[in-house]
């Protein structure tokens, strides 16, 4: 498929979902307005693994996705755009969300605080393992769409579904 057909159906569920990110509003928040500037960028390069359909850059300012993305189901595309979004939410507004202690779960916004044990968080969130970011992106997009982010398919090609298959296995790349 070429890049503009693969835009033209993936673009209206990444706006739908954006405007979702966007008009979440956490307490103490004023809403997540950042994340409008966030760009969607197809690129082709994406798909250089069975599982790699899409990537946030480290600042939540630019997503890419490969035009395969439209070959999966919506929903699964869907899951995906959500969990793609809880990067941009994580690295847009650092160290402003908390996952449970115990890992994967619900994140929470605790938003900028001059505090010492605020202060600490941020330290630790700079120096997160890679599946912490992971259970993190998934964490925000549990709390902001209200759906469990869970993993479906086969073990080494899990893709993200909604409220069904399992939590995001460690090492899962």
């Not at 600490?120 to 709390?143: F, H, L, P, V």
């Not at 993993?151 to 399992?166: A, I, P, R, S, T």
């Amino acid at each position: 498929m070429d890049l503009d057909t693969a835009e033209a159906v993936i673009a209206p569920h990444w706006d739908a979902v954006r405007d979702t990110y966007v008009e979440f509003a956490p307490e103490g928040s004023g809403g997540l307005v950042r994340l409008r500037k966030t760009k969607f960028v197809m690129d082709p390069e994406m798909h250089d693994s069975p599982r790699h359909f899409a990537a946030c850059r480290e600042d939540g300012m630019m997503m890419l996705f490969a035009p395969q993305l439209v070959d999966l189901p919506v929903e699964t595309m869907v899951a995906i755009l959500a969990h793609e979004f809880g990067h941009a939410a994580d690295f847009a507004y650092p160290a402003h969300w908390v996952m449970p202690g115990s890992g994967p779960g619900t994140a929470r916004w605790v938003g900028e605080q001059d505090s010492k044990q605020w202060r600490e968080w941020r330290k630790a969130w700079r120096s997160r393992t890679r599946d912490q970011i992971e259970w993190t992106a998934d964490g925000i997009a549990q709390a902001v769409t209200g759906r469990k982010i869970g993993y479906c398919g086969e073990v080494g090609c899990m893709l993200q579904c909604f409220d069904k298959g399992q939590l995001r296995p460690a090492g899962l790349r």
